[in-house]
């Protein structure tokens, strides 16, 4: 199998879209876009040794390579629309082809989402993947919209990939059931989009969780010129890691403040919207939950339910760091 | 300096467009199309080793990661507007940093580029474009518009890139002038983008040449459900590479049609247009010439000025063939 092969067998896949005006196949794709719609673009690169271990299974990986994307598209509450794939592999294996496209494509047609180029070459197991989606003209959820007074709100129970990492690393261990919890987590994150898209009209700014909450939030104190007080035992994890008699309190809250990978979103929105995005939320099936407010300084403090200062040891992932 | 250093250090630069509402900085960017344009979109990934030499100069290969992509908007008459970059580095190291994204920035103004988002990652030398650009609808030179009795063009002389690589792969010697030109043309490729768009009202199939001349022009057959027969003694070629003794016609033949990595284009147009393409050709000082014509075989036809068929070890770049 050579590299028009490996295109024409796995990639070129009937997709109905209006919008799609010439798909895989040419120099480029073309897509005609709708009036009155903005277009969002983004690119996330996975490699591996960084981002996943050499044995990880070929569905697992397509799924995290399209899910992280599909996540920034959620953070603006923006419609994942098309995406543009590109691998550097060490060789054209088709088991691992098939199982790897027939994940992609499945994930990728759960969020309507149509594979329209990339590209293909020889090298050591990297993906990159450019996303681009719409949102109605000025309506996106930015990370510098977030105003004095604004709740902050979380998704699920950040930080659960991060303690599957630490196991893996052989930092912790977890009993086997709470390990699959955390690892599925880790393995298959449920991109936000459907929720991103309820709060268009409701919060203010938004952000996906890919390098850990604290750093995260950072970016839309930054961008807003805002700070913020965030209350971490209001930020919901699973009772069950809790109580795992292997891991301490320290070590929990810095999954949870600083863990990256879980691609949940951190959002805020105005008090007067607290019943429409629960019920936003509801209507969607995830989980929110109000963990603090955005003030005037441009700090962020962390700080337990009996208001004492919480101190983390690293705010989240840098790759560089 | 860390991953957040690097982005706002290197890569927030000042970009007016009036289309660009939220540039890098955010989960995603947001662009604004405009109406009567439909929008083109392709990829390309670069990896060391396999595509550029360890030790190759930053700035020559920032040229190339932005000019290969350049080449895929200039082959369907595209004006390239926008470019996510994502790159795996083993390290930031400043120098090499600077002297890398000055060159892409520079080769970016000079097409109109922004750079709108990617990724840096930690990673041994990969780089992956995105680049977007912009036709008036409906307008663009397509792979399946070729029709049977157009004419078949090339711009430049195809190969010399290829010839360059044989000398570094010590497959050939060249004399140190006759490289030195080979060789600046496989680090610097020039993207025919002005020619492109100059042949929008006046091709029909268009292609760039980045696998070898005989394959890449096998994707317009293909595409059209035409053939081609193509005189290759017609195919400009630089005359002191053809007189160095080191260099037999059969190589120089498997250079000029089966070498990669030149970007230049091949297109097709109705013989009534002759007239209109040279000028177009003048106007943007591009050398373009005729070498064949579309036939109604499903066949790609060499043939020498006497008329001898013409036989290829290889037709073009496979990275898995």
Not at 15 to 37: E, N
Not at 232 to 250: C, F, G, M, R, W
Not at 283 to 289: C, G, L, N
Request: proline letters at 4%.
């Amino acid at each position: 199998m050579n590299e028009f092969d490996f295109i024409r067998k796995y990639l070129h896949r009937q997709q109905q879209d209006k919008q799609l005006i010439l798909g895989i196949g040419d120099d480029a794709a073309i897509i005609r876009p709708r009036s009155g719609y903005d277009l969002h673009f983004s690119a996330d690169m996975l490699v591996g040794g960084t981002h996943f271990f050499p044995d990880v299974a070929p569905a697992d990986l397509a799924h995290k390579v399209l899910a992280v994307n599909l996540s920034d598209m959620a953070a603006m509450g923006a419609t994942p629309r098309w995406a543009l794939l590109s691998v550097a592999l060490p060789e054209l294996n088709k088991d691992w082809l098939a199982a790897f496209c027939d994940a992609l494509f499945a994930l990728a047609a759960r969020f309507g989402v149509k594979l329209i180029g990339g590209d293909t070459t020889k090298g050591n197991w990297v993906f990159n993947v450019t996303i681009i989606g719409e949102t109605p003209c000025g309506k996106a959820l930015r990370r510098d919209a977030a105003k004095v007074g604004d709740d902050i709100w979380v998704t699920g129970q950040p930080g659960l990939a991060a303690a599957a990492l630490d196991v893996h690393w052989g930092k912790v261990v977890l009993s086997e059931p709470v390990f699959a919890l955390c690892e599925n987590k880790r393995l298959r994150p449920e991109p936000r989009v459907a929720l991103g898209q309820e709060l268009l009209p409701l919060a203010h700014a938004a952000q996906d969780i890919s390098d850990g909450l604290a750093q995260d939030i950072g970016h839309i104190l930054n961008a807003s010129a805002v700070g913020a007080e965030i209350n971490v035992d209001l930020i919901p994890t699973l009772s069950a890691l809790k109580q795992q008699s292997t891991v301490t309190l320290s070590q929990l809250r810095q999954w949870i403040l600083a863990g990256g990978d879980d691609y949940e979103l951190v959002f805020t929105a105005a008090p007067t919207q607290r019943k429409a995005i629960l019920a936003a939320a509801q209507k969607v099936s995830v989980e929110v939950t109000r963990i603090g407010v955005i003030t005037t300084t441009d700090q962020l403090h962390l700080y337990d339910h009996k208001g004492n200062v919480i101190q983390l040891r690293q705010r989240g992932f840098d790759h560089f760091g």
